[in-house]
């Protein structure tokens, strides 16, 4: 959507820039503010989740009906990133309000729809001959609004315990809880790694294409590269069950480590084993989110679950905002280019770390 607005309305790179990052910030503020006041705890989480999916939806629409500028652009989308906070952590708490035992998998189809919600997109994009920009935000804003919907009339989960009141300290309480600081650490290292690898994805593809001088569907491979992340987390939340979550997350997060480190050898790779080797990192990065979700969850005091999940994701995703602005600025130094995934590594080394002793 973002390029084809660029054409029609002459944006520059750095406003893209800056109407990306401003969703991040959105989601980042308003996971904090989530966390604070302790919504999904102290209300029904199912209302705080249509709620936010409504306004989530209204503000993604908002464009649609007023004058197109970039100052407009960005105040929107940074609100949609607001209220993003009240619907991916919130589910994670509703799932947690359902299910006691089996919360890895059933987790791990809740992050497998978040993947596919991820790489869509990049499907869109390869198909927007097909589309509209005006079509695909209607769509995509309809789609917000319906999935909203549902969950309200969805009754509430029988494990569900209320925040007896306010508190503050609730925040900073999440984190003196042994087992959930582990599990944090692992899916702070996680998210060093995930949004950066995806996020450069297409850089890497069509820098890729330009040195080979071949052509390549860059969107669509994006698609493909990261949706295959949806398979393999419901597969680590089935393999859960029987090996727990600590297996498949420490597992994930090692396979993709690995695939960092081995990253330089990518640019001299024939593009098929170029794409094998983007779909087996694209397969493993990502099925350790929702175990380490399951893990924080399962760790924190029952009645502060949605806060810790809210305060858990909202420092995830300002790590990852800072790894992407790391790769940024290291792809503008020509003749590095082969290294600049190398700069993912500390996310997977540090998140093995942080589970290292879990649970001693």
Request: proline share 5%; hydrophobic share 55%; charged share 10%.
């Amino acid at each position: 959507m973002l390029p084809a607005l660029q054409i029609q309305f002459n944006f520059t790179n750095e406003s893209l820039g800056h109407m990306t990052s401003a969703v991040q910030i959105g989601f980042i503020i308003g996971t904090l503010v989530f966390a604070i006041f302790s919504l999904a705890d102290r209300f029904v989480p199912n209302l705080v989740f249509f709620l936010s999916a409504l306004a989530g939806a209204c503000f993604n629409a908002a464009i649609l009906f007023t004058e197109v500028s970039q100052v407009k652009l960005i105040f929107f989308r940074f609100l949609t990133g607001f209220f993003l906070a009240g619907i991916y952590p919130v589910g994670m708490k509703i799932a947690a309000d359902w299910y006691e035992k089996g919360l890895g998998k059933a987790l791990g189809f809740l992050v497998g729809a978040l993947v596919l919600g991820t790489a869509f997109p990049h499907l869109l994009n390869s198909l927007q001959q097909f589309f509209s920009w005006k079509s695909v935000l209607g769509f995509v804003s309809l789609f917000a609004l319906s999935g909203g919907a549902l969950i309200l009339f969805m009754p509430v989960g029988p494990y569900r315990r209320k925040a007896p009141k306010f508190k503050l300290s609730a925040v900073t309480d999440v984190f003196k809880v042994k087992p959930l600081l582990q599990s944090a650490l692992g899916y702070f290292g996680h998210m060093w790694e995930l949004y950066a690898f995806w996020a450069f994805v297409p850089w890497f593809l069509s820098y890729y294409a330009n040195r080979q001088e071949i052509s390549i569907n860059v969107s669509l491979w994006s698609f493909v590269i990261i949706a295959i992340g949806s398979v393999f987390c419901v597969f680590g939340g089935l393999t859960s069950l029987k090996k727990g979550s600590l297996f498949v997350a420490k597992n994930s997060l090692l396979l993709s480590g690995i695939a960092c480190l081995l990253s330089p050898f990518l640019f001299f790779l024939p593009f098929p084993l170029v794409i094998a080797y983007l779909l087996f990192w694209g397969a493993m990065v990502i099925p350790d989110s929702p175990q380490f979700s399951s893990m924080v969850a399962k760790a924190a005091p029952p009645e502060i679950i949605g806060t810790a999940l809210t305060i858990v994701n909202c420092t995830g995703f300002t790590i990852s905002v800072i790894s992407i602005q790391l790769l940024s600025w290291a792809s503008g130094f020509s003749g590095y280019e082969m290294y600049i995934f190398l700069l993912l590594l500390p996310g997977p080394i540090s998140g093995l770390l942080g589970v290292k002793d879990y649970g001693k």
